[in-house]
Structure formats: C-alpha cells, structure tokens
C-alpha cells in the first residue's frame, strides 16, 4: 500500500496494557479512531493490572494515598481514551496471516483485515523448573499478583516468594499491605552481584531504584526474612505444596509453607510478531529471543512492536515505545502532527534510558539457569506434556547431528502441549546449553505456531469484520 492508500485504513494494536495504551492515546489525538483487542476483559496489562472492584476502595492500603491517586487519574485517561476507540475487549488473538489478524471472541473465530499493526503483547514470567514446581499451590509471581488485584485473595498463608526478579519484592510488600502474616523472600541472586549493578540502574533511574530499595526496607521493618544468593533445590509436598528446601551460605534449610511465588524475570511474548512475519533476534544480556525492529519499533512494512514483547524496559518505558510506535504509524500513512521528527528522538532517548536501566537491572537480578542440568531426572521441564529432564537428558545423549530446541522438540514432545512451549521453551534451551555445551543463541527459539493460545475445537465462524 503506498500513503494514500494507507491513510484511509484504521490502525490495530494487539493489547491493551501500557504501550497499547500510550499508542491508542497518541492516534486519537491525532483524530483516528484505533481498534484495539484485547484477551482481558479489562485495560491495564499485567503490571498495572486494575484491582477487582472487591477491593477497590482499599487501592490507597496496597499503593499508598498519592499512588492511589495517581493510578486513578491514569485510569480515567485511559478509559477516556478507549471510549473514542473500537475497544474489544474479551478478544483473544490467536495468529496473524496474510494481512489479517485471526480473533476469538463470544466463543467464535472471525478474521479481521488490517493495515498498520501494533503488536504489544507484552510479557510472562520466566519461569526456570525445579522439583515440586508443578505442585498446588505453586504460582508465578504474576499469577500471585492476578489473585489479588483480580480476585481479591491471597494464594496462601504461608507464602515464599522465590526466583531472581524484582517482582518478588514488590508482590511480597503487596501481600503485607493486604493482611499477609507469614512471607519469606527467597532471591537467587547474591547480594554483591545487586551493589555491583547498583550504580548503573542508579544512572538511569535513581527513582525506581530508590522506590525498589523502599520496598526492602518496608518488608525489613516488618520482619520479612529476606535471603540473597540462595540455590533453590525442592518444593516438598504429596498433594500440595508444604515446604520449600534451599541451600544458603548458612546451609541446606527447609521452610514449612503453604503456597510458592516463583519467578525469574520476564519472558517476551513474541509468538504473534513472529507469526506476522518479524525476524528474531538474541538478546545475551537479558538472554531471550525479540523481534528485530528500528529504532522507531518497526519490525515489518505494516508491522510496529513496542513494550516489554518488543524489548523489556518496565511499565514506564513501555508507554513511550507505545507512543513512539503510533507517531511512527502516524508517520507511515501520512498524518503524522507537527514536530514529529523531534517528538520521536524525544521519545527514543527516553526510551534508550528505560531500556538501559533494565540491562543494568538484569545484574541485580540474573535469570540464567545453569543450574538446571543438576536437577534430578524426574524433574518435569514441560508439564503440559509431562517431559521430564531425564527425558530429555536421554534423547540429548542418544541424538545424532545438528542440536536445536526445535529438533529436541520435535524428538521429545517438549513444547507440543496447551501453552505451546511458553513456559518450558527457556528452560528447554537451557538445558540443551548446559548438556550440549552450546551457547543459548545457538540453540535457537521455538517456532511460533498458530493457534499461540487454545482454541476451542468445533469453534464457530463467521465472517471477517
């Protein structure tokens, strides 16, 4: 499509969280009048995530009075700026092909053509397997956070929030502004490692670090017991979770607990940028898979990417790769506003800032696992289809020629299963690294395929909006 053929198509973003939503803003300003899909059936992503209305009225208890403050006054930007789109909430995208975005909602699958498309689809939590992880009772930090913010409960009484990401401390300082009595914080990264990346993160955002330190010295002064450094070895229980055993410098040690947060940073949710045709490149500082893109977050001629599913860069950062993005869209088909050219390398010195304080963060938070080729055999790494390490172990042992996670895939079933490997890819390519000696780029990413979520089978259809 030349300009002004583009000009008269609509602009589609894929997510409504804080890059979806700084895009939507940037558009309607400029007098379009985006669609934007989104699987929640609310705005606001994961890390602003709204709170169920059962605990609305407690938003000044779990983020203070001015935070509290502040989050409803972007809240109400927000849904000003979504009244004046074609808001879909409740629409699950499952693929991209051909020009055309493949949606389920109300139980039916429909087709949508589009022209300029926003892909901020944010991302999930790493996580990196060990015994006992798939027990009851067991969550990822994010999944702790959605039983609060959006069901108003705890995920125990007893609960460890345990991995290496700053979640941990946030989600446990959530947990005690709610009630919680009895956390225990469980951060695999040694303490000296967090003061040697404190000075970088420092010189990109002294507030957010200040604000992190803040949530240590609450959890401190509440008699939180917070242990850095630590080697998680187990999560003990028959039918649900009752201790977690771990190694510190004083020794092993067992915790009796009910219910386990477990997380290791981030992982990008990068199927459907892939699937729309964006080229994949290694990260080895945050060691993950993004989409190639420019610096205006163009990754294909109809196709931006932007927030954490494009480059991780936090909530903030988030918001102005989302801007950025829709004044390059803006751009594109030929609407762009006066000043654009200084608006955008604006936004892209803020957004090499947010950027650069997540790979200085990524030091005071290391999410490698080494340590995966240590666990024992019956240690599940995908437990979708219940492929173990051992199985793994002996298929990597016995196969002959190239070595790659979608050929161990293919041999083991690992990633086959409900979740399409986005959860068990990083731990497979892991393990591949540490038993084949390979480097984590060389052991490549699992193929996207569609449908990147489950789709019913016997799903309606009806025609393309």
């Not at 789109?85 to 949606?103: A, H, Q, T």
């Not at 798939?134 to 039983?147: D, N, R």
């Not at 510190?248 to 699937?275: F, K, M, W, Y």
């Amino acid at each position: 499509m030349n300009a002004g053929e583009l000009a008269d198509t609509v602009p589609v973003i894929v997510g409504a969280g804080p890059a979806g939503l700084a895009a939507a803003g940037t558009l309607v300003r400029a007098g379009l009048r985006p669609v934007v899909l989104d699987e929640a059936e609310r705005p606001g992503g994961q890390g602003t995530r709204r709170l169920t209305p059962l605990i609305a009225d407690r938003s000044p208890r779990l983020f203070g009075s001015n935070g509290a403050s502040k989050i409803a006054q972007r809240e109400a930007v927000e849904d000003d700026v979504l009244l004046r789109c074609d808001y879909r909430p409740g629409s699950m995208v499952w693929g991209v092909f051909g020009g055309k975005v493949e949606l389920l909602q109300d139980g039916h699958v429909s087709s949508m053509a589009h022209g300029p498309l926003l892909l901020a689809t944010g991302a999930i939590d790493r996580i990196l397997p060990l015994p006992g992880w798939t027990l009851p009772g067991v969550y990822a930090l994010g999944g702790a956070q959605v039983a609060l913010k959006r069901h108003g409960c705890l995920i125990g009484q007893r609960t460890v929030f345990a991995g290496s990401s700053p979640l941990l401390y946030l989600a446990a300082a959530q947990y005690l502004r709610m009630g919680a009595k009895d956390i225990v914080v469980l951060d695999t990264t040694p303490l000296n490692e967090k003061i040697r990346a404190a000075p970088g993160m420092a010189r990109y955002s002294l507030s957010t670090l200040l604000r992190g330190l803040s949530l240590m010295a609450e959890l401190r002064r509440a008699g939180v017991r917070m242990l850095t450094g630590v080697r998680l070895d187990r999560i003990v229980g028959d039918e649900r979770v009752e201790a977690i055993q771990f190694r510190s410098r004083r020794g092993p040690e067992t915790i009796n607990c009910d219910s386990v947060a477990l997380g290791h940073g981030l992982r990008p949710e990068t199927q459907l940028a892939e699937l729309a045709g964006a080229k994949l490149e290694y990260d080895p500082v945050l060691r993950h898979w993004f989409p190639q893109a420019d610096a205006e977050g163009r990754a294909g001629p109809l196709l931006w990417v932007a927030g954490d599913s494009a480059r991780t860069a936090g909530a903030d950062g988030a918001a102005v790769a989302g801007k950025l993005a829709a004044l390059s869209i803006l751009k594109c088909i030929g609407k762009a506003p006066a000043g654009v050219d200084g608006q955008i390398s604006r936004l892209q010195r803020r957004l090499h800032g947010w950027r650069a304080f997540q790979r200085a963060m990524s030091g005071a938070f290391k999410a490698h696992g080494e340590g995966i080729t240590d666990l024992p055999d019956d240690t599940l790494l995908c437990r979708c289809e219940r492929i173990s390490l051992g199985d793994v172990r002996d298929v990597v042992a016995r196969l002959a020629g190239p070595m790659e996670v979608n050929r161990l895939k293919a041999v083991t079933r690992c990633g086959m299963g409900r979740c399409q490997g986005r959860y068990c890819a990083t731990a497979l390519a892991e393990t591949l690294s540490g038993l084949a000696g390979k480097s984590m780029k060389d052991c490549g990413y699992l193929h996207a395929q569609a449908p990147v979520r489950p789709v019913p089978i016997g799903t309606p259809g009806e025609e393309g909006a």
